[in-house]
């Protein structure tokens, strides 16, 4: 079987497994022959792709990392937000994945616009197990790291659909709404005697950041438990490689990078680590183009071959990327770099004709003021300031910025303190504020953070963190 993105597929093709709807019914039944009004339906609610049988190929097996009626199961009880089912469902995860040496998981998590939350729930709970199983937990560790995986998001259902789901930027009013669902969800069972403490921590803190940046309580990463740690790395993850209502999905190459980028100042190294050994990138059947213009499918990716698959070639050639004469050819992944454009272009047209938003950029070093400008400014409107009084003079004299990104160690009027001047000038408007800096040390960061800023960047970063970066805040989506 091979999966084939909504938008490619073709009436007459034979679907490899059963199809869910946003409730957890079977829509449509495995080896049905696909209709002009099913793609349809596939396309209108969201689904990111099928799997399908073909000749090509016909010797690939998927077999999901949670059976369908496990699935549906799952995301009965997180819908019902049924604490002492879900807890019962955690256990039966772990012991679908506890002692499997290979875990191939697919694409198809019969995710849709109307049960994100639901299936983002039970795929965080997979890959908790998982990147638990990594760490080489024991099976009530395991059991409990699942459960709080499982439950982790059910505060988020207390919050209005207009907000969670909205297509373009939170307000600041919006967003301290959308950030209380961690505490929402904590306050489900803080009173529970059956729930473990480990389990409500975790609970309550999976959006704790390692430098302390995080919400609600600022914890920094030497007080968080491994519960917490994995809980942030897998819940960012899943959320990103995932299509939701506001933001397009990304390939988890790109979120790899992502996570690589924030390691020791959003995400704990030895967490980002296990997940790249533990969880395969490269699904199954998916089709590829390589850096040399061939294409083909994914046919294996446990083990050495995570990172470097083994592909076949459409003439049916075998090539393993994992050995040494084929180190040099990479995987473009075209397909997911067309499905993110749709969406990046759908969401785009949501928000209003493609508007660019417009970013002002302070720092004294001219050469960062340049690399800004080549990373960004094919994307976005730049404004170049080379020092904060030059930041608030053009914040007292024009229209405001979309965001900030301010350097900490300038000279005359270091980053902090532009920054405060610039939260008092513009208590009218909030504008997010991200930091750019070199300093990283306990006392600089616990000064950014009283000011509230959006993102803390420490330098040599890699630039597609910061890209994400500036497309979660802009797009009002990490949360």
């Known amino acids: 079987m091979r999966y084939v993105f909504a938008k490619d597929l073709q009436p007459g093709m034979i679907l490899a497994q059963e199809l869910l709807d946003s409730k957890g019914r079977v829509m449509v039944e495995k080896e049905s022959s696909l209709s002009e009004f099913i793609i349809k339906k596939i396309n209108k609610d969201g689904y990111d792709g099928v799997y399908i049988q073909d000749e090509l190929s016909s010797d690939i097996c998927i077999e999901s990392a949670l059976g369908i009626s496990l699935w549906i199961k799952a ?10 089912q879900c807890k019962n469902v955690a256990n039966e995860i772990v012991e679908s994945l506890y002692g499997r040496k290979d875990i191939s998981l697919d694409l198809s998590d019969f995710r849709t616009n109307e049960n994100y939350i639901f299936a983002h729930s039970v795929n965080v709970a ?47 009013e919006e967003f301290q709404i959308m950030k209380s669902h961690a505490e929402l969800s904590y306050e489900l069972i803080k009173d529970r005697s059956d729930v473990s403490a480990h389990v409500k921590k975790a609970v309550r803190s999976h959006h704790e950041n390692v430098d302390g940046s995080g919400y609600p309580d600022g914890i920094l990463g030497d007080a968080q438990s491994i519960f917490t740690k994995i809980l942030h790395v897998v819940d960012v993850y899943d959320a990103l490689v995932s299509r939701s209502p506001y933001k397009r999905p990304y390939s988890p190459q790109e ?26 990138m490269y699904p199954k059947g998916t089709e590829v183009e390589l850096s040399d213009g061939r294409s083909g499918i994914i046919v ?36 997911y770099r067309r499905i993110s ?68 160690d300038m000279p005359e009027m270091d980053g902090i303190e532009t920054a405060c001047q610039i939260r008092m000038r513009t208590e009218h ?12 040390d306990k006392e600089t960061v616990m000064k950014c953070k009283s000011l509230n800023p959006e993102s803390y960047i420490v330098r040599p970063y890699k630039p597609v963190y ?12 990490g949360h």
């Open 341 to 408: 454009e749709k969406y990046e272009w759908e969401r785009k047209e949501m928000l209003g004709n493609g508007k660019r938003y417009r970013i002002l950029i302070v720092d004294d070093m001219r050469t960062n003021l340049q690399m800004m400008q080549d990373m960004l400014g094919e994307d976005y409107d730049l404004i170049l300031a080379k020092s904060g009084q030059q930041a608030i003079s053009y914040i007292d004299k024009k229209d405001l910025p979309d965001l900030i990104m301010l350097d900490i």
């Open 429 to 440: 408007k909030y504008i997010p504020i991200m930091f750019v800096t070199s300093l990283c």
């Open 300 to 335: 294996e990716n446990t083990g050495i071959h995570n990172l470097r698959p083994v592909v076949r070639l459409y003439d049916s050639t075998i090539l393993d990327l994992a050995k040494p004469e084929h180190f040099n050819t990479t995987i473009q992944l075209k397909n």
């Open 126 to 172: 997979v890959l908790s197990c998982l990147v638990g199983m990594g760490f080489g937990m024991e099976v009530e560790e395991l059991y409990n790291l699942t459960f709080a995986a499982l439950i982790h998001d059910l505060g988020k259902l207390d919050i209005s659909e207009e907000i969670r789901n909205k297509a373009g930027r939170l307000t600041k």
């Open 75 to 84: 995301m009965e009880c997180v819908r019902l937000r049924n604490i002492s």
């Open 466 to 477: 910061v890209r994400t970066e500036i497309k979660r805040i802009l797009g009002g989506w």
């Open 255 to 280: 979120t790899i990078e992502y996570l690589m980028g924030g390691c020791g100042l959003l995400f704990a190294q030895e967490v980002v680590s296990t997940l790249i050994k533990f969880v395969p």
